[in-house]
């Protein structure tokens, strides 16, 4: 699987929106972004994944560059219960469902 | 609720003991996945069964002994551990056979080894 290189760490204020950035500069063609996020002491939850086009669901929008080497994730109005770590992880789709997880990004919702 | 459901959630043994970790996904998936989380490292990816046939196993020691009886269930058998085992260990499903491909993670076992 493809590399991803995430800030260590970020802080967005309360009520605005929490912009993510995951660089795969080596995805290659078969190869979807996941992101995943980790609340303190939880489980891994799923958030949302894509191939090209942009996505967006009830929990965030997912932004991918033209040229697929990077990504951005989108939390539109964040909340204090959106404090995680999240991950961005570059996979294919089947064949190999194993998440490598690296360090991600720890995001701090400040009141 | 993921429908992923891990028990004990903690869990606190001697070097000699022997456990067992348990999980139980009700979602029809047919992969599952043993994941350990200790202190300040990423999560680690330990071993994976496709139809209750182990797939992968990620150079773990002997000491864990997975186990997996039918695609709902997955154990992992803990013996003779040592005090660097200590972790969060997750548990993990999804589907190989459905457009949906996303995992879904139980709450996970803290496992502290004295």
């Known amino acids: 699987d493809a590399k991803t290189t995430q800030p260590t760490s970020m802080d967005c204020a309360e009520g605005r929106a929490a912009n993510l950035p995951c660089n795969h500069s080596?995805?290659?063609?078969?190869?979807?972004v996941y992101w995943y996020r980790q609340i303190h002491s939880q489980g891994p939850q799923y958030i949302i994944h894509?191939?090209?086009n942009n996505e967006t669901n009830e929990m965030a929008s997912l932004i991918i560059t033209e040229d697929r080497k990077s990504s951005t994730l989108i939390l539109p109005h964040a909340t204090l219960r959106d404090t995680a770590v999240y991950y961005c992880i570059v996979r294919v789709n089947f064949g190999n469902e194993k998440l490598t997880f690296g360090t991600g990004t720890r995001l701090t919702i400040i009141p | 609720e993921t429908g992923v459901t891990q028990t004990p959630r903690h869990l606190v043994m001697g070097m000699t003991n022997k456990k067992s970790l348990k999980c139980e996904q009700h979602l029809g998936h047919n992969a599952m996945y043993w994941y350990k989380q200790s202190a300040k490292k990423p999560l680690e990816l330990m071993f994976v069964y496709n139809f209750k046939e182990q797939t992968e196993n990620n150079s773990v020691p002997s000491r864990f002994s997975p186990e997996c009886p039918n695609s709902s269930h997955l154990f992992l058998h803990l013996h003779t551990l040592q005090p660097e085992d200590s972790a969060l260990y997750l548990c993990?499903?999804?589907?190989?056979?459905?457009?949906?491909?996303?995992?879904?993670f139980g709450q996970g076992t803290r496992l502290t080894v004295v």
């Open positions: 894509g191939l090209k």
């Open positions: 080596t995805i290659s063609g078969n190869e979807y």
């Open positions: 993990a499903s999804s589907s190989r056979t459905t457009g949906s491909t996303e995992a879904f």
